[in-house]
């Protein structure tokens, strides 16, 4: 006979967090429970700006002028995301910060007080803090990710015949390099399905794998590595590939 107050498997606090951080490692660290639409709205734009900007680039340009068009593109990027870890540190003030009750401890650590779009509350969320050494790291391999992902989705292998298998593999691999260049410029994911060592560049886990496959693909145009490359949006948040643990020993 079944109690009628028997205990869930998996309580409400296990619940939240499961989908919570399930759905920052798919997104790629994009937070969409406890924050508000203004949070969210913003990390969507950070998420498709250098998505929308490759396939532009991409598209638009031929093969004689796309590498020094991917340059010339990457290198504003690379000034732009500059200006963003300037302009962040600028509104780096302490502000007043109104009590309040929090139902978990996943809530008090996802909740964050943003007054408008427009704020230095929400550039905060956005680009989070870190040391100059990491910014100036990390901006760089932004338009590295940036420069070899745009060149990278002009060196597929398919045959004209194959167009459906193209646009579906051009869909994919854009998605890939934006959960990649995400982790480089606002809250990185948090792969629950990859044990990562507490080191302060497991946040290049996406990054590395990309700028590999990226890096190959671009020298040798094949048809298994641009699956591969597209493939990685599934393959990252399931912890199928192990985070370079040797890059984080040497560094």
């Not at 796309?66 to 870890?85: A, E, H, M, P, Q």
Request: charged letters at 15%; glycine letters at 4%.
């Amino acid at each position: 006979m079944e109690s009628s107050d028997a205990c869930p498997l998996i309580n409400e606090y296990k619940q939240d967090f499961i989908t919570s951080r399930i759905l920052q490692t798919i997104s790629g660290g994009i937070r969409f429970s406890n924050v508000s639409t203004s949070a969210i709205f913003g990390q969507l734009v950070l998420f498709f700006f250098p998505i929308i900007l490759t396939v532009i680039v991409s598209t638009a340009s031929d093969e004689s002028s796309k590498f020094y068009t991917s340059l010339g593109v990457s290198l504003l990027v690379l000034l732009f995301v500059g200006f963003l870890n300037w302009a962040r540190d600028i509104g780096d003030a302490p502000v007043a910060v109104q009590e309040r009750t929090f139902r978990s401890m996943l809530e008090e650590e996802d909740h964050i007080e943003i007054d408008s779009f427009f704020s230095f509350q929400h550039l905060k969320f956005l680009i989070p803090k870190k040391s100059v050494s990491f910014k100036i790291i990390d901006s760089f391999l932004y338009a590295v990710l940036l420069f070899l992902g745009t060149l990278s989705l002009h060196s597929s292998a398919l045959p004209d015949s194959e167009y459906n298998v193209y646009i579906v593999l051009y869909i994919f691999t854009s998605l890939s390099l934006g959960t990649g260049l995400y982790c480089l410029l606002s809250n990185p994911a948090p792969e629950v399905a990859t044990y990562h060592s507490n080191t302060p560049i497991k946040h290049l886990y996406r990054p590395f794998y990309l700028s590999v496959l990226s890096a190959i693909l671009i020298a040798y145009p094949s048809y298994a590595i641009s699956i591969a490359l597209s493939s990685l949006v599934v393959l990252l948040p399931m912890g199928v590939l192990p985070p370079p643990s040797p890059l984080s020993c040497t560094i």
